[in-house]
């Protein structure tokens, strides 16, 4: 493990064990055994440290979205990537603070590509015809509430003490968007909108120009609203 990498990993676990969420810099440069010139050298200053320890968390967070193979059912997968977030934060509940925390100027970069990420299998139940409101939405109502069970588990689990918390959150969540499995005789009419809509953009049909194409998908949006 290179010396930038110690030190990050020296200042989350720092964070960890800090009852006031602070850390100081000689702390992090004693737990790795360096001085502080090496700290400036590589982050310029205490912001900047916890700023790379922001990136660091979202690079491992994301790592993991990116690595999860997709099943056969995008709703199972829905459902384990709620799972594996609310995992994340209790491994590491003062990276996560941060990561999610209203207190920075500008939000990171990867939080777009985690919304991304959790768009894609949303995209996935539209075209499986589980969806009831549009991808964007769904994801904006999931994301917002997987962060903030997240964030009151890692920060007041005195408060929140009930161990099932997280899945009845997910599934009320879940079953707000989502439909149940279609059988031939029942279907959805939003998802059924919503399901043709995510596979014109994920396939443009032959028999229609781009135009009637675009056309249709403008019907479908008015519809499905």
């Known amino acids: 493990m290179d010396v930038r990498t110690q030190m990050l990993e020296a200042a989350e676990a720092l964070l960890d064990a800090s009852p006031d969420r602070d850390i100081a810099t000689r702390a992090v440069c004693e737990a790795v055994g360096v001085g502080a010139p090496m700290l400036y050298r ?13 990136d660091y968390g979202f690079e491992r967070y994301l790592s993991t979205k990116r690595a999860a193979e997709p099943s056969a059912d995008p709703v199972t997968d829905l459902r384990t990537g709620w799972d594996t977030h609310v995992a994340f934060a209790r ?29 894609e299998v949303l995209v996935r139940c539209a075209e ?35 161990p099932e918390l997280s899945h009845r959150v997910r599934d009320a969540v879940h079953a707000s968007l989502l439909t149940e499995a279609p059988t031939p005789a029942q279907h959805d009419g939003a998802a059924t909108v ?25 019907w479908l949006d008015k519809l499905a609203r």
């Open 91 to 119: 491994a590491h509940p003062a990276v996560y603070r941060l990561m999610f925390s209203p207190s920075f100027s500008a939000v990171p970069n990867a939080a777009a590509e985690a919304m991304g990420l959790l768009r």
């Open 194 to 218: 919503l399901q043709l809509a995510a596979r014109l953009r994920a396939d443009q049909p032959e028999a229609l120009t781009p135009a009637e194409t675009a056309l249709l998908l403008e």
């Open 128 to 162: 499986a015809g589980r969806l009831r409101v549009d991808p964007d939405t769904a994801a904006q109502v999931i994301m917002a509430a997987n962060i903030g069970v997240a964030l009151n588990l890692v920060t007041q689990s005195e408060t929140y003490t009930d």
């Open 42 to 54: 590589l982050f310029g200053d205490k912001n900047g440290l916890l700023s790379a320890v922001v």
